[in-house]
């Protein structure tokens, strides 16, 4: 339960998704609560629509750019 709630913080999306999950149906030892679940799925949403590049795939793009 802590890596999920560890990766959440970082928001990786796989990760918001299964708290999201566990909360809906009372998995991973925690009560079912709608509400967690409405949110961490609105994190989850949240989190792919607004991922940021890693620096190492930035440098790559500006690097393979023709002049």
């Known amino acids: 339960?802590?890596?999920?709630?560890?990766?959440?913080?970082?928001?990786?999306p796989a990760a918001l998704q299964a708290l999201a999950?566990?909360?809906?149906?009372?998995?991973l030892g925690l009560e079912p609560d709608e509400a967690e679940s409405r949110r961490y799925t609105m994190e989850a949403e949240h989190a792919i629509h607004h991922r940021q590049v890693p620096a190492c795939d930035r440098t790559f793009f500006y690097a393979s750019r023709p002049s």
């Not at 339960?1 to 990786?12: F, V």
């Not at 999950?21 to 998995?27: F, H, K, N, P, V």
Request: glycine share 10%.
């Open 1 to 12: 339960m802590e890596l999920y709630e560890s990766a959440g913080e970082r928001e990786h």
């Open 21 to 27: 999950m566990a909360y809906r149906y009372g998995e």
